[in-house]
């Protein structure tokens, strides 16, 4: 939520926004929080056993490992080598599997995060479509990662840097840039189409 933050005042955006898959959101103008509503006592005790479960199985196991220690709703961590993450991963989703059906595993380069399946990023733009009254197809969303396939796979407009995993790339329209040249692309795109309205 902190980095959300900061990012919707460099912005200046002054409505809700998603943080953590859509587990939360805020609201900048009345300094709310809400939680997403899947995120019962029992999921709130189960992301603390699978955070407990991560630092002795993942984190003291992989050198340079880190969790992304201020997640609320999720379990992420961090490691610099790929290989390592994706060994993290494999070792994640057997785990969660079959130790934890409420939750999901996705990964990056650099991350591994294991979610609330009701909390991730497709379930979050309901959620927060929802509160602000719009439709799926008023709605435009960027990513790179297996983590944003559910949110690409909901929307209008979907777009992918050139830089994308080819699983994200399957389901959106590529830009020709990467990370900031690719999202001023999709942000030029949806200007166009938005003044075909």
Same mark, same amino acid.
């Given at each position: 939520?902190?980095?959300?933050? %900061?990012?919707?005042?460099?912005?200046?955006?002054?409505?809700?926004?998603?943080?953590?898959? !859509?587990? !939360?959101?805020?609201?900048?103008?009345?300094?709310?929080?809400?939680?997403?509503?899947?995120? +019962?006592?029992?999921?709130?005790?189960?992301? +603390?056993?699978?955070?407990?479960?991560?630092?002795?199985?993942?984190?003291?196991?992989?050198?340079?490992?880190?969790?992304?220690?201020?997640?609320?709703?999720?379990?992420?961590?961090?490691?610099?080598?790929?290989?390592?993450i994706y060994e993290i991963r494999d070792i994640s989703r057997e785990f969660i599997h079959r130790n934890?059906?409420?939750?999901?595993?996705?990964? +990056?380069?650099?991350?591994?995060? $294991? $979610?609330?399946?009701? %909390?991730?990023?497709?379930?979050? $733009?309901?959620?927060?479509?929802?509160?602000? !009254?719009? !439709?799926?197809?008023?709605?435009?969303? $960027?990513?790179?990662?297996s983590g944003d396939i559910p949110g690409l796979t909901i929307v209008k407009m979907p777009f992918a840097?050139?830089? %994308? +995993?080819?699983?994200v790339k399957e389901v959106a329209r590529v830009t020709r840039g990467k990370s900031t040249d690719g999202?001023?692309?999709?942000?030029? %795109?949806?200007?166009?189409?938005?003044?075909?309205?």
């Amino acid at each position: 939520m902190p980095y959300a933050e %900061a990012m919707a005042q460099i912005l200046g955006i002054r409505i809700p926004f998603l943080f953590e898959s !859509g587990g !939360g959101m805020y609201d900048v103008e009345k300094n709310e929080l809400t939680w997403n509503p899947v995120l +019962t006592k029992e999921r709130e005790l189960e992301v +603390t056993e699978i955070k407990k479960w991560a630092k002795e199985h993942l984190i003291d196991r992989f050198p340079s490992s880190i969790p992304e220690f201020a997640k609320f709703t999720d379990i992420g961590v961090i490691n610099p080598d790929s290989s390592v993450i994706y060994e993290i991963r494999d070792i994640s989703r057997e785990f969660i599997h079959r130790n934890y059906p409420h939750f999901e595993v996705h990964y +990056t380069e650099v991350s591994v995060n $294991i $979610i609330l399946k009701k %909390a991730n990023k497709g379930e979050g $733009i309901k959620f927060i479509c929802e509160h602000l !009254g719009y !439709g799926l197809d008023e709605v435009a969303y $960027i990513g790179d990662s297996s983590g944003d396939i559910p949110g690409l796979t909901i929307v209008k407009m979907p777009f992918a840097p050139v830089n %994308a +995993t080819d699983q994200v790339k399957e389901v959106a329209r590529v830009t020709r840039g990467k990370s900031t040249d690719g999202v001023l692309e999709a942000y030029h %795109a949806i200007i166009e189409n938005n003044l075909n309205y």
